[in-house]
């Protein structure tokens, strides 16, 4: 996939005076070299004696065919006139006995001195020729190479010119080329193709479109995705709690059922059918409970996060919760429970539901005959741990650590247990950007907190809203004997 690279993008219009700039320079360099070889290849071949005389012997002979076949006299202006513009000759000079009787670049005869016609005789070749009055000395100048110095001439620029256009379409077929590619990537994608890549080539803003377009189609499949996801884990939600909520549901309505008929023969068996009636239905009232925070988990909204000390973040709410427990006669070990300065970036909403699943989850299934193990401090991670290690520590990054360890009640009751308890910590856990590990073995569970450390803010401390503290943290405030955790 194409990366962006800001340092070193460019522009249509920046590309365009690139390329014609080069073109120029090419053009300049294409001009010179044609120049330079058609000069040398014409003047080595179109320049030497050899060449005029055999030219000047066709001309004469021309002349004098055409001065027998028309009677041409010296003095015949008109029809040397049109003999001349017929030929390849530029300077046509016709001499009868010193006297200049022709010439064919001057609009009227001129009588020439003796020293000018001696001149002009000396320094020109001479031919005689017979005219109707008599013999002559004629003097012609030929342009015989005219046609081919005129040819180079074109090409010397035609060429030069053709290469010019030439790379200038090149660039802009290019460019069109790559636009029709886009234009069909885009047709792919109003027909639903989402998977095809999004053809992305050179550097400029035309490049920058085609990222945008496929920045958008990577979105677009993500959100596809994560809604895809959602329909599966709702599908999987609904599947599980229908087969989870049919198991108290049917012995429920045959309790119902016979208590209906009257199908009991004394009080004590009346009593035992309400009293499982009224075990299956609170059984029930778990499960809906669950799969509604199960529910408001799953919206994933924007939640509300603030920083604060760990002390004011889960200090109360776990002492509420280890005071509660021992209530219960759960045998508390708070020894590794400390207080620090350390800030974390929280939502106390969450924090008490997580705490109020937890101890749920402890009521139920942790041996009352063993220890509670709570841990609270705050870890740096250890560069020289293993890989699993260090990305549970978020990369070596300090962290409030907080644990609960119990051994397992053999005898707790695992038939109505959804699992949704752990799955709402864990997702909560993720929206608040820490992290949650799950330990259970055989004999032991242990699930830890990790809320990575933050730099401390001056923030007014929020208190959590009373609907969605625990039962456990209220009556923790109502009651004056609650026990303090042991700090160090």
């Given at each position: 996939?194409?990366?962006?690279?800001?340092?070193?993008?460019?522009?249509l219009?920046?590309?365009?005076?690139?390329?014609?700039?080069?073109?120029?320079?090419?053009?300049?360099?294409?001009?010179?070299?044609?120049?330079?070889?058609?000069?040398?290849?014409?003047?080595?071949?179109?320049?030497?004696?050899?060449?005029?005389?055999?030219?000047?012997?066709?001309?004469?002979?021309?002349?004098?065919?055409?001065i027998?076949?028309?009677?041409?006299?010296?003095?015949?202006?008109?029809?040397?006139?049109?003999?001349?513009?017929?030929?390849?000759?530029?300077?046509?000079?016709?001499?009868?006995?010193?006297?200049?009787?022709?010439?064919?670049?001057?609009?009227?005869?001129?009588?020439?001195?003796?020293?000018?016609y001696?001149?002009?005789?000396?320094q020109?070749?001479?031919?005689?020729?017979?005219?109707?009055?008599?013999?002559?000395?004629?003097?012609?100048?030929?342009?015989?190479?005219?046609?081919?110095?005129?040819?180079?001439?074109?090409?010397?620029?035609?060429?030069?010119?053709?290469?010019?256009?030439?790379?200038?379409?090149?660039?802009?077929?290019?460019?069109?080329?790559y636009?029709?590619?886009?234009?069909?990537?885009?047709?792919?994608?109003?027909?639903?193709?989402?998977?095809?890549?999004?053809?992305?080539?050179?550097?400029?803003?035309?490049?920058?479109?085609?990222?945008?377009?496929?920045?958008?189609?990577?979105?677009?499949?993500?959100?596809?995705?994560?809604?895809?996801?959602?329909?599966?884990?709702?599908?999987?939600?609904?599947?599980?709690m229908s087969?989870?909520?049919r198991?108290?549901?049917?012995?429920?309505?045959?309790y119902?059922?016979?208590?209906?008929?009257?199908?009991?023969?004394?009080?004590?068996?009346?009593?035992?059918?309400?009293?499982?009636?009224?075990?299956?239905?609170?059984?029930?009232?778990?499960?809906?409970?669950?799969?509604?925070?199960?529910l408001?988990?799953?919206?994933?909204?924007?939640?509300?996060?603030?920083?604060?000390?760990?002390?004011?973040?889960?200090y109360?709410?776990?002492?509420?919760?280890?005071?509660?427990?021992?209530?219960?006669?759960f045998?508390?070990?708070?020894?590794?429970?400390?207080?620090?300065?350390?800030?974390?970036?929280?939502?106390l909403?969450?924090?008490?539901?997580?705490?109020?699943?937890?101890?749920?989850?402890?009521?139920?299934?942790?041996?009352?005959?063993?220890?509670?193990?709570?841990?609270?401090?705050?870890?740096?991670?250890?560069?020289?741990?293993?890989?699993?290690?260090?990305?549970?520590?978020?990369?070596?990054?300090?962290?409030?650590?907080?644990?609960?360890?119990?051994?397992?009640?053999?005898?707790?009751?695992?038939?109505?247990?959804?699992?949704?308890?752990?799955?709402?910590?864990?997702?909560?856990?993720?929206?608040?950007?820490?992290?949650c590990?799950?330990?259970?073995?055989?004999?032991?569970?242990?699930?830890?907190?990790?809320?990575?450390?933050?730099?401390?803010?001056?923030?007014q401390?929020?208190?959590?809203?009373?609907?969605?503290?625990?039962?456990?943290?209220?009556?923790?405030?109502?009651?004056?004997?609650?026990?303090?955790?042991?700090?160090?």
């Amino acid at each position: 996939m194409f990366q962006k690279n800001e340092k070193y993008r460019t522009t249509l219009s920046r590309e365009l005076i690139c390329v014609i700039a080069a073109a120029l320079v090419g053009v300049v360099l294409i001009y010179f070299i044609l120049s330079t070889l058609s000069g040398s290849f014409l003047d080595s071949h179109f320049t030497t004696d050899e060449y005029y005389q055999s030219e000047d012997a066709k001309i004469i002979s021309s002349l004098k065919e055409y001065i027998r076949e028309y009677h041409v006299s010296s003095d015949d202006r008109y029809i040397m006139d049109q003999w001349v513009e017929a030929n390849p000759v530029s300077y046509v000079a016709i001499y009868r006995e010193g006297r200049l009787a022709y010439l064919s670049d001057s609009t009227s005869n001129k009588e020439w001195s003796k020293l000018e016609y001696e001149s002009a005789y000396e320094q020109s070749v001479a031919y005689n020729l017979t005219f109707e009055d008599g013999d002559c000395d004629v003097i012609i100048s030929g342009q015989y190479a005219e046609f081919y110095y005129n040819l180079a001439n074109f090409l010397k620029l035609a060429i030069p010119a053709v290469f010019f256009f030439a790379v200038l379409l090149l660039v802009i077929r290019q460019k069109v080329k790559y636009i029709v590619r886009l234009d069909q990537d885009v047709d792919a994608l109003q027909r639903g193709e989402f998977d095809r890549e999004i053809h992305i080539e050179g550097r400029d803003e035309l490049t920058t479109l085609a990222e945008s377009i496929d920045e958008m189609r990577n979105a677009y499949n993500q959100k596809i995705d994560e809604i895809n996801r959602m329909f599966d884990d709702n599908r999987e939600f609904v599947t599980e709690m229908s087969h989870d909520m049919r198991t108290p549901m049917t012995p429920l309505l045959v309790y119902l059922g016979m208590l209906r008929d009257k199908r009991y023969e004394t009080d004590e068996e009346h009593d035992n059918y309400v009293l499982k009636a009224n075990e299956k239905a609170v059984q029930l009232k778990h499960m809906s409970d669950n799969m509604f925070a199960s529910l408001l988990v799953n919206q994933r909204a924007e939640i509300e996060l603030s920083v604060m000390s760990m002390s004011v973040a889960f200090y109360d709410q776990m002492s509420a919760l280890a005071d509660y427990l021992g209530t219960e006669g759960f045998l508390i070990d708070a020894e590794n429970v400390r207080r620090s300065d350390a800030s974390v970036l929280v939502n106390l909403d969450f924090c008490a539901r997580i705490f109020d699943n937890i101890m749920s989850n402890i009521l139920k299934y942790a041996d009352q005959q063993e220890p509670l193990h709570i841990y609270m401090d705050v870890e740096d991670g250890d560069p020289g741990q293993d890989e699993e290690a260090a990305v549970r520590d978020e990369g070596g990054k300090r962290c409030v650590v907080i644990r609960f360890s119990n051994t397992i009640n053999e005898r707790a009751d695992y038939s109505y247990s959804t699992g949704f308890g752990v799955k709402n910590i864990h997702k909560m856990m993720d929206q608040m950007n820490a992290e949650c590990v799950v330990d259970q073995q055989t004999e032991t569970y242990a699930i830890e907190l990790r809320f990575p450390v933050v730099e401390p803010v001056t923030v007014q401390e929020p208190k959590p809203n009373p609907e969605t503290r625990s039962p456990a943290a209220a009556e923790a405030e109502n009651d004056t004997s609650v026990v303090e955790l042991s700090e160090e």
